[in-house]
């Protein structure tokens, strides 16, 4: 189980669903943490493993978040 660092709260849920719903501001604040992780050249599994989440969650994060600039 993942203890959400924001709210302190045990999760049940996938912890990115509980960042898109409950702390939108931060959830943002990483998927641009993975932009600019992936543009320094990290790739996407790397990415994923560091945030305890997985390759498809962080690519599509990238691709929605790109589509903003
Ligand atoms: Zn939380």
Redesign the pocket.
């Known amino acids: 189980m993942h203890k959400?660092q924001?709210?302190?709260?045990f999760?049940l849920t996938s912890y990115n669903q509980?960042?898109a719903i409950?702390?939108e501001k931060e959830w943002n604040k990483i998927k641009k943490e993975w932009v600019k992780l992936y543009n320094d050249g990290l790739s996407i599994k790397n990415i994923a493993t560091d945030y305890h989440t997985n390759v498809n969650t962080v690519n599509k994060a990238i691709k929605d978040f790109g589509k903003l600039y």
Do not use: V
Not at 6 to 9: K, N, V, W
């Open positions: 959400c924001f709210c302190g709260r999760l509980h960042l409950t702390h």
